[in-house]
Each structure stands twice: as structure tokens, then as C-alpha cells.
T-cell receptor, first 115, second 108 residues
Framework: NAGVTQTPKFQVLKTGQSMTLQCAQD?????MYWYRQDPGMGLRLIYY???????DKGEVPNGYNVSRLNKREFSLRLESAAPSQTSVYFC??????????????FGQGTRLTVV | TQLLEQSPQFLSIQEGENLTVYCNSS?????LQWYRQEPGEGPVLLVT?????EVKKLKRLTFQFGDARKDSSLHITAAQPGDTGLYLC????????FGTGTRLKVLA
């Protein structure tokens, strides 16, 4: 059972470089999310996709773009990386029914360092 | 916009002590989840609460959902070093957000 798979697990970028973080889920979930987690902090929502074909900004969207490629895949792109984007990035998915099945399932995270 | 606030932010206690962590919202929850996150890992679900006034138990962990569904608490009885971690509450139907987290350290 793969669940939510993120790639890569680690990445070092130079300031100004671009990269795309990939995420795929095999649970047939409607909603997918990208979060960032800074040291000692909780999770902050960057972007989310409530269903295939839709994306919306979360709490901290500046400097990021997303693509919901299909129901399974949701990618996060950094067009011009900045040191402030050094963080651990988590992708998650949920069934989004509003009831007991609304829990979020997480990938293993991508540790990104921008130098 | 719904906000989730957790308290306390940090907690360091001795093995065997009891503790309570709180999660409060500016609006009504449809449902609420509690997670624990260990270093280097993603959060893992502990419990979901749905009904106002609901109480759920998971071994030494007791979860309560407020009658008005705007607050929740997590109580740990006789904490053990294995309980160390970051505790997060989360909620949302489509826009799923998390609380600020409570970092718990249980000393042997």
C-alpha cells in the first residue's frame, strides 16, 4: 500500500533555481494539499486542490505554483527559489467528505534547502 | 477563515505525569482530527471526533470534543517517553488546516 508518495526526499537548490516537487496518491481521494513545516512549527497550507481541475491558495502561497495533473497527482513548483523557502514540504490527500473520513494522509516529506 | 489555536506550545514533563493539550477554533468544526508527528516523519492520525460532547479513548489518551464543536482537548494519563512528539489538531472539509502544534517532551 503506497498511500501518498512524494519525490524527491531531499533537495538542495541555489537561490534563483527552480524545481518541481511531485506527489501522487493511490487512495482515490478527491482533495490534495501541499504544506510546509519550518523547524519546531506546525504545518502551514500552501495550496490545495479540492477536486481534479481546481486549485486554491492556502495560508502561504507566495512564491509557489501548483498543478493538479489528474486525480492522482498534485505537483508544487518553486519558480525562483529563495532561502526563506528552506523547509520540509509535505503532500497530503483526503477524501473530503466532512465526516469521519476527512482525515489527511501524508507523504514522507521533502527536505528542501535553498542556499 | 477558520483558525486553529493550540496550547500550550511546548510542554516538558516527567514520566508518569498527566497533561492536557487544547485546540480551539474561531468557528464550528465539521469534524476534527488529532495527529502525532515524530521527527523526520509525516503526521499520523490518532483519532477523529465528530459529535459535540464526544469522548474517545485510545489507551492512555482521552480525546474530548466540546459541546459546541469549537474546541477539543487531548489528555494523556501517566505520560511515557514514547509519547514524546508534536501533537497537531486538524480540520477542514476541502481546505484542511492544522493548529500551531504542541511539542511534548516526556523525560524518563
Amino acid at each position: 500500500n503506497a498511500g501518498v508518495t512524494q519525490t524527491p526526499k531531499f533537495q538542495v537548490l541555489k537561490t534563483g533555481q527552480s524545481m518541481t516537487l511531485q506527489c501522487a496518491q493511490d487512495m482515490n481521494h478527491n482533495s490534495m494539499y501541499w504544506y510546509r513545516q519550518d523547524p519546531g512549527m506546525g504545518l502551514r497550507l500552501i495550496y490545495y486542490s479540492a477536486s481534479e481541475g481546481t486549485t486554491d491558495k492556502g495560508e502561504v502561497p507566495n512564491g509557489y505554483n501548483v498543478s493538479r495533473l489528474n486525480k492522482r497527482e498534485f505537483s508544487l513548483r518553486l519558480e525562483s527559489a529563495a532561502p526563506s523557502q528552506t523547509s520540509v514540504y509535505f503532500c497530503a490527500s483526503s477524501a473530503s467528505t466532512g465526516g469521519p473520513n476527512t482525515e489527511a494522509f501524508f507523504g514522507q516529506g521533502t527536505r528542501l534547502t535553498v542556499v | 477563515t477558520q483558525l486553529l489555536e493550540q496550547s500550550p506550545q511546548f510542554l516538558s514533563i516527567q514520566e508518569g505525569e498527566n497533561l492536557t493539550v487544547y485546540c480551539n477554533s474561531s468557528s464550528v468544526f465539521s469534524s476534527l482530527q488529532w495527529y502525532r508527528q515524530e521527527p523526520g516523519e509525516g503526521p499520523v492520525l490518532l483519532v477523529t471526533v465528530v459529535t459535540g460532547g464526544e469522548v474517545k479513548k485510545l489507551k492512555r489518551l482521552t480525546f474530548q470534543f466540546g459541546d459546541a464543536r469549537k474546541d477539543s482537548s487531548l489528555h494523556i494519563t501517566a505520560a511515557q517517553p514514547g509519547d514524546t512528539g508534536l501533537y497537531l489538531c486538524g480540520s477542514g472539509t476541502y481546505k484542511y488546516i492544522f493548529g500551531t502544534g504542541t511539542r511534548l517532551k516526556v523525560l524518563a
